[in-house]
């Protein structure tokens, strides 16, 4: 790895930025006091997101090429919302205690806490919260990357509405996909898992999908037709981004059924035909976005309960992401790790940069 080290100040906290598009940089800074009641959490690893992380990587991400009004909530005309440098979002980490204010009780020197605080060398957080989110000690630290990326996918999962027995096809076989298989396999559903590349479905094969197909190779939708007896899916969840796997997966899915968008779709929508089979079988399209839930569940559901829920199934050993993880790399060497995933990403799934070097 080509290594690069921190500017400015040395042993200080550090964190990552995007300097320019493909850019990786760092920026220390002084450390944060602490509060009666605050912890501070030395990070052990960040991961990184392979998909909304890479769009303010790679630059695409419309919050830095057009302006979100939170209270509109509509993207305007206007300066952009994000503009470069900017730290690098990072919203996969895992840490351990290693300092504690003089009023903290809950959380005690030495447990691992997992959340969500960017790809940075250490976060000061209060002790409630601290405490909401420490890992059982016999889980590898690594697992607590997975809390939000996690979260996304039961999300999905949740919007599906998926009813014992159904067939769900999932498109998009990366770390959230492979997520989506495993859980809506968990909840009753005869998984069919769609990729275009063979290492990811067999990834899918060996964590529960019933049926691959290689999108590369045939009429998707046809395919998954003779599967179902000719029905088509029960629900379709589209979790990889691209337009034409949303518009195969609107074709895939059986009239009057419903296909769940949670990939972050980029620019215009290319190869997306809506006058075709989504207008004469009815299909709905509902968004899934971790920023809210199911409209009827979210009386009893909210992002803490998706969170602690997924940590809870991993603890428990009832879904194995530990297997999603396919390089460890230094933090320091996170621009390499970053072009991997632009430039090769049919060699890794989940790519988590450690932080105790």
Not at 74 to 100: C, K
Not at 258 to 285: P, S, T
Not at 321 to 331: E, K, M, W
Request: charge should be negative.
């Amino acid at each position: 790895m080509n290594e690069r080290p921190v500017p400015l100040k040395p042993n200080l906290p550090f964190q990552l930025t995007i300097e320019a598009p493909g850019k990786v940089g760092f920026e220390t800074h002084d450390p944060q006091p602490l509060g009666p009641h605050e912890v501070r959490i030395a990070t052990l690893y960040s991961g990184i997101s392979a998909g909304t992380e890479m769009t303010a990587f790679l630059g695409t991400s419309p919050f830095l090429n057009r302006h979100w009004d939170p209270q509109q909530r509509l993207f305007v005309e206007g300066e952009q919302s994000w503009t470069f440098p900017m730290p690098a979002m990072g919203y996969e980490e895992v840490g351990r205690v290693v300092e504690v204010g003089t009023g903290v009780t809950k959380v005690h020197e030495g447990q691992v806490i997992w959340g969500t605080w960017r790809h940075r060398s250490e976060h000061v957080a209060s002790e409630d919260w601290a405490a909401m989110r420490v890992l059982a000690p016999d889980v590898d630290p690594k697992l607590g990357i997975f809390s939000q990326i996690g979260a996304i996918a039961l999300n999905a999962v949740i919007d599906a509405n998926i009813h014992l027995g159904e067939y769900v096809a999932v498109f998009g076989q990366g770390v959230p996909g492979l997520m989506v298989t495993q859980l809506a396999r968990l909840n009753g559903a005869t998984v069919i898992a769609v990729d275009r590349m063979a290492s990811r479905l067999e990834h899918a094969r060996e964590l529960g999908a019933a049926h691959t197909i290689d999108a590369s190779q045939g009429d998707v939708a046809a395919q998954i037709r003779g599967i179902t007896g000719g029905r088509g899916a029960d629900v379709s969840i589209e979790i990889s981004g691209a337009w034409p796997a949303l518009h195969e997966a609107i074709r895939s899915t059986a009239y009057n059924s419903r296909v769940i968008a949670c990939g972050f779709f980029q620019g215009e929508g290319q190869g997306l035909r809506l006058g075709e089979e989504f207008h004469h079988n009815r299909v709905a399209i509902i968004c899934s976005q971790i920023s809210g839930l199911n409209p009827g569940l979210d009386h009893r559901w909210d992002r803490s309960r998706l969170d602690r829920t997924v940590m809870g199934l991993i603890g428990e050993g009832r879904v194995d992401f530990g297997r999603l993880i396919s390089h460890v790399v230094p933090a320091l060497g996170a621009q390499d790790a970053f072009d991997m995933l632009r430039e090769r990403p049919g060699e890794c799934l989940q790519v988590v940069l450690d932080f105790q070097g």
